[in-house]
């Protein structure tokens, strides 16, 4: 098995499905998949769901078979990380919408998804506190 089967069978166990395997009427959700550049074996998942932003931080563990573990970071209800996108909602009925607002949804969703990856980091894995400004899960694979 190459390595993008591989990554693939991991991440159907996520119920993440692959850009490539998504059929044509989804091809409006926004995700965005990157290998961090500070930290070794480390990838993210950056996702708007529900109109508001999903990181999820895939950090090499050797406590299970994948030895990886994967974490998902929320922002709370009342956020004002999540204003933003609330704010797009308003131009979806302009003209302007079928191109301006998936553009200022995918810029900005790259934005957040920068506050978002150096919060989880000044948090603390083993112990598991971060920052009150997200709520992070750990998941096993």
């Known amino acids: 098995m190459d390595w993008h089967e591989e990554l693939r069978t991991i991440l159907e166990r ?3 499905t692959m850009h490539d395997d998504i059929p044509d009427q ?3 959700n926004i995700a965005l998949f990157q290998q961090s550049r500070e ?3 480390v990838f993210y998942r950056l996702d708007l769901i529900d109109n508001a932003p999903e990181l999820r931080v895939f950090v090499p563990w ?3 078979i994948a030895r990886l573990r994967c974490f998902v970071v929320r922002v709370p209800v009342q956020s004002p990380l999540r204003a933003g996108f609330n704010a797009l909602r308003e131009w979806d009925d302009s003209d302007l ?3 301006l607002c998936p553009l200022a949804r995918q810029h900005l969703l790259f ?3 920068e506050v978002l990856k150096q919060l989880f980091w000044a948090g603390d894995i ?3 506190q ?3 400004e997200i709520i992070v899960t750990a998941v096993d694979i």
């Open 26 to 28: 989804y091809e409006q």
């Open 111 to 113: 934005a957040i998804g």
């Open 97 to 99: 919408s079928t191109w």
């Open 62 to 64: 050797n406590d299970n």
């Open 130 to 132: 971060f920052p009150p």
């Open 126 to 128: 083993a112990t598991g």
């Open 39 to 41: 930290h070794q074996g």
């Open 14 to 16: 996520l119920n993440v």
